[in-house]
């Protein structure tokens, strides 16, 4: 499971709503118990995001509904965070005049005065925390009692050393002689473009080997 694995999923549910209006009856919601529900016992903006997490192939330190005891487990699991937050990070909110723990998404992006979030069971201008569906919204750090931090797996990027038969000479020439060298990886990024420093860089190694410097 990765950060933007998460956030494709969660991204692709924007727009979603319960039906009918006020309802709580939503997909989510079914899949959390197992059957429909309606009512006002059945908010589910934390029930979103522990859906996204399992159709990710993961899962948060406890599957429930409620904001507070994810926020408690997370603690007890060691991975509760209130300061640098990154994307795919599950945030929890403190809404004024509200409980402790109102509300949840999954950040998106960091901005200098709070965060930009995907979140289930919120509006646009009506009530934040059960708004009735699954939108994009910016949230200021006053707002924030912390979040938590699944245990993400790093986006398995491949290589790319393998030239194209038309470019295969050229690039085993380059290789061979100094002037095409890659990341300290090895990776040698053979489809990415070329800055103009790297461009200067690669001249420069050819003028060498050439003994034009």
């Not at 948060?60 to 603690?75: D, H, I």
């Not at 380059?174 to 800055?195: E, Q, Y």
Request: proline share 5%; glycine share 10%; charged share 25%.
């Amino acid at each position: 499971m990765t950060a933007e694995k998460v956030l494709a999923i969660a991204t692709a549910e924007l727009g979603t709503r319960e039906s009918p209006t006020n309802s709580n009856r939503v997909k989510y919601n079914t899949w959390y118990y197992g059957r429909e529900v309606s009512g006002a016992a059945y908010p589910w903006c934390m029930v979103f995001v522990q859906w996204v997490f399992a159709q990710a192939g993961g899962k948060l330190p406890v599957k429930t509904a409620s904001c507070g005891a994810l926020m408690n487990a997370a603690r007890k699991a060691g991975c509760w965070v209130t300061k640098d937050y990154r994307p795919g990070d599950v945030v929890i909110y403190d809404f004024p005049g509200g409980a402790a723990t109102d509300h949840t998404g999954i950040i998106e992006k960091v901005t200098a005065f709070g965060v930009v979030a995907i979140e289930g069971n919120t509006s646009q201008a009506g009530s934040q925390s059960n708004g009735g569906m699954v939108r994009r919204k910016t949230r200021p750090y006053k707002q924030i009692v912390g979040a938590v931090r699944p245990d993400y797996q790093k986006e398995d990027k491949h290589m790319d050393n393998i030239p194209s038969p038309a470019h295969k000479e050229g690039v085993e020439w380059a290789k061979k002689n100094g002037i095409l060298t890659g990341d300290a990886a090895g990776d040698l990024k053979l489809s990415d473009p070329v800055t103009r420093q790297q461009l200067c860089t690669m001249l420069f190694r050819f003028a060498k080997k050439t003994g034009k410097t």
